[in-house]
């Protein structure tokens, strides 16, 4: 772990330096050059980070194809040879996320150590590990140790992947590129869906782990390193050459200004020396930014869509709808991808509040009522019938609104919030202790489902929804059109 600044005079300094930076004024060459399109690399470039991203967002939803196979009878079925218990089940939905912790605890100093690029080729090569040790197993406790192997990469590329997107995008086009890494996540969900939905577990498992291959082969080939890294560890020349590559849209000195932009954040970053989480907690400004980037993450995971994915086939097969679970997994995951496709084309326009608000209170309406039919069907209402079309109705309209908001958008604020002096820090610890809620929902899930009812765990996610929504309307500012500057001034008020 990196170290804590050593006394008060650090954390004054620390804010000192936030509040003084970045004031240079821009031309309007520049902002000219703020209408210009992207360029086909840094669409290459990013979308390749985010393929590491699509390929472990694979394993997050591996138990909802796989879990009915292992709760099988059937030794066609099951590679297990017996259907696995109810503790079984919760280990190997909810310990991994507590495992992978670790990634998220230590990938920001690695980062910084052997830089990002390196760190997301040695996840995509273990994940790769794990899935040939998964497909060649019959042993319930190594599918649970591979899968916390796995989701150590995973909280890793969550950290990762943000941090070089913002490291190689620009202020315009920040939140773009943002929404569109949370496109991979439910891509990745429905590439896993439709590969466990015909396949058994050991080639499922191969298959989600397929699409690494052509990771490895872009980065290893195509891929830069980041230019906030290479200047960091003076390589300067290959930094201004990354630069142009990613930049070709501008004149030569417009490149040559965002790159001493970026070669005095960097002095700035120097002067305070290593930034530790403890660190991060004791600056006034910093403390708000954990508390303003954690909030809407929260309510992204306590709306229930990382219990509710995991388990989508169970949860539909207990509802008895005329669709089967994987068919509706399937219908769920196109929904997302269309929707935060979306979402990203008109985030800079629309702002992010305004979408977060609809999204937050929407998706708590749809699981009310999602969890009333669950009710219905847990006490064998005698009308049921009537009204079997409504969970599908629910699903519908949970996906559509928490894609146009909870969904994409809570990654990009939280890479906006921060600066590059303290982000891999930063991201790190808010990772962590996301994964921390992640796990605990995850593991008691199943157990309080089994014991009191779905619906109780559906309700209770809608509570969520609708209290930290309107703590969002409350607390979270706008942060539409403002740069990463502009951003820390907004904080320090």
């Known amino acids: 772990m990196v ?38 690399f840094l669409y290459f470039s990013t979308l390749t980070a985010n393929l590491l991203l699509f390929s472990c ?51 920001g100093t690695i980062a910084d150590i052997v830089g990002r690029k390196s760190v997301m080729l040695y996840a995509a090569i273990t994940v790769i590990m794990c899935s040939l040790t998964i497909s060649a197993s019959k042993d319930i406790y190594v599918y649970i140790v591979a899968r916390c192997i796995i989701f150590v990469c995973f909280s890793t590329a969550l950290v990762l992947v943000p941090l070089y997107l913002t490291e190689v995008c620009e202020d315009h086009n920040r939140a773009k590129f943002g929404c569109l890494m949370g496109v991979s996540l439910p891509a990745g969900h429905l590439y896993s869906y439709v590969a466990g939905a015909r396949t058994n577990i050991p080639v499922y498992t191969l298959l989600c782990a397929a699409p690494l291959v052509l990771f490895l082969i872009a980065v290893l080939l195509f891929v830069p390193e980041t230019p906030v890294y290479l200047i960091a560890k003076g390589k300067i020349k290959i930094a201004l050459k990354v630069l142009e590559k990613l930049r070709r849209n501008k004149q030569p000195q417009e490149i040559e200004r965002d790159f001493e932009k970026i070669n005095d954040n960097y002095k700035t970053k120097r002067k305070i020396g290593t930034v530790s989480a403890l660190a991060l907690l004791k600056s006034k400004i910093y403390r708000k930014a954990i508390i303003l980037a954690i909030l809407p993450l929260w309510v992204q995971h306590l709306s229930g869509v990382t219990v509710i994915m995991q388990f989508m086939v169970p949860i539909f097969d207990e509802a008895g709808t005329n669709l089967s679970g994987t068919t509706v997994s399937m219908i769920a995951g196109t929904i997302k991808i269309i929707m935060f496709i979306i979402t990203a084309l008109f985030v800079e326009k629309t702002g992010r509040r305004p979408l977060l608000l609809l999204s937050g209170y929407g998706t708590g309406v749809s699981l009310f009522l999602l969890g009333l039919f669950l009710y219905w069907n847990y006490v064998k209402w005698e009308y049921l019938t009537n009204v079997i079309w409504l969970p599908i109705l ?43 809620l992640v796990s605990i929902l995850n593991f008691l899930f ?38 990463i500057s502009e951003i820390q001034k907004l904080l320090n008020k």
Request: hydrophobic share 45%; glycine share 6%; net charge neutral.
């Open 3 to 40: 170290d804590s600044l050593d006394n008060n005079s650090r954390n004054n300094t620390l804010e000192v330096l936030v509040n003084n930076s970045n004031r240079a004024p821009v031309d309007n060459k520049v902002q000219d050059a703020r209408k210009k399109p992207d360029t086909p």
């Open 57 to 107: 967002s694979n394993f997050h939803v591996w138990t909802s194809p796989a879990l009915p196979k292992l709760l099988s009878n059937d030794t066609l079925v099951n590679p297990i040879g017996r259907p696995i218990s109810t503790l079984e089940v919760s280990l190997l939905a909810g310990f991994p996320f507590l495992i992978g912790l670790i990634g998220s605890i230590f990938a």
């Open 394 to 436: 629910c699903l519908l309209l949970n996906l559509i609104v928490y894609s146009i908001g909870l969904g994409p958008i809570p990654m990009a604020v939280m890479t906006e919030l921060f600066d590059s002096k303290v982000r891999p820090v930063a991201l790190s610890f808010l990772v962590t202790l996301n994964g921390i």
């Open 446 to 483: 199943p157990i309080i489902a089994y014991n009191f009812g779905t619906h109780c765990c559906i309700w209770l996610f809608s509570l969520c929804c609708f209290v930290g929504t309107t703590l969002i309307y409350f607390y979270l500012p706008e942060t539409k059109g403002k740069s």
